[in-house]
């Protein structure tokens, strides 16, 4: 639902236009590659109720592979409780997993859909033990592995060494290099830590300032795109999309930011989360619109687009 200003603790709000969407992270996720081309294959557990049935039939609508989202009658499908501040788009957000935490490293080690990615995007609404399984095997199989570290929580360097693409925001970049979610530190130097601890390179979403790459040798920025804020829920799924769906076609890091930096733009101007992550073709306006040179494969890609 909608206030205009986020509560301070202990306070009640009046709120308005309340409504239940599809969500979690890894779902929006894999609908957002999907809409942008790739061939997604989804693995996850969720609950033998209505959120479950409702999930699958989004899967079957977006042409998401869901052979390995099973439904299990221990635990509901998760949820997640967004207040959005009116006037800028901004959000807090609660999550209950349900379902998500019965996801194992033995469920990841007998997923045949994991034989052969080109691009493995794991996030932290499992448990790290299966998010580390999902990153083990990318990365024997050759794929390129992100991690979008959220729920943000302390990662041993196991999980660490075994990510390309580290994606987090600034404060979930500040907690997995052990400082405090408010310290002053500069994002360069994080994510250079961040390195240091086993990642190979660190693309930092910085909201209205676009993205940071930081990478063992250089340093880039990627400004945002201009952007009317409506809710932006759903707008770090859509980098993430953007980001692993350019990746799986072949483009570089940088280039993969900048569409991610797009796609993750075009969300916020919508409500809603899988109303508002963009679809291929909408992404392709806004570069033309723009006076941007499109990526080559933007307009060629089809159905039999690189697996994600």
């Known amino acids: 639902m909608k206030v205009e200003r986020l509560p301070s603790r202990g306070e009640t709000l009046l709120g308005t236009g309340y409504r239940v969407d599809h969500g979690g992270k890894g779902s929006n996720q894999a609908v957002g590659c999907a809409r942008l081309g790739a061939q997604v294959s989804f693995v996850a557990r969720i609950g033998a109720d209505t959120f479950g049935e409702s999930a699958l039939a ?3 609508d977006e042409g998401v592979n869901a052979d390995e989202v099973r439904q299990i009658a221990e635990a509901p499908t998760g949820v997640g409780f967004i207040v959005v501040e009116a006037a800028s788009g901004h959000n807090f957000i609660t999550i209950d997993p349900g379902a998500n935490e019965r996801l194992s490293a033995r469920d990841i080690a007998a997923c045949a859909a994991l034989s052969s990615p080109t691009v493995l995007l794991t996030q932290l609404e499992i448990p790290v033990a299966a998010a ?3 990153l083990t095997r990318g990365r024997a199989a050759g794929a390129i592995t992100i991690l ?3 729920p943000v929580r302390p990662l041993p360097a196991s999980v660490l060494r075994n990510v390309d693409v580290l994606t987090p925001n600034e404060s979930e970049a500040r907690v997995l290099a052990g400082l405090a979610p408010d310290s002053s530190v500069r994002p360069e130097e994080i994510a250079r830590e961040l390195i240091r601890a086993g990642v190979k390179q660190v693309v930092m979403t910085l909201g209205e300032s676009g993205a940071l790459i930081v990478t063992g040798t250089s340093t880039t920025r990627i400004p945002a795109i ?3 804020a409506v809710d932006t829920t759903g707008a770090g799924d859509a980098f993430n999309a953007g980001l692993a769906t350019a990746l799986a076609r072949g483009a570089s890091l940088e280039v993969a930011v ?3 930096v797009v796609a993750g733009g075009l ?3 919508k409500e809603g989360v899988i ?3 963009p679809h291929r073709d909408q992404v392709l306006e806004f570069y033309l619109q723009a006076g941007l040179t499109p990526p080559a494969w933007l307009s ?3 159905s039999e687009a690189n697996p994600a």
Do not use: D, K
């Open 267 to 269: 969300a916020v101007t």
């Open 58 to 60: 989004l899967y079957r």
């Open 275 to 277: 109303p508002s992550l």
């Open 132 to 134: 580390e399984a999902a």
């Open 226 to 228: 201009r952007a009317t």
């Open 300 to 302: 060629t890609i089809s």
């Open 148 to 150: 979008n570290p959220a």
């Open 258 to 260: 900048q569409f991610g």
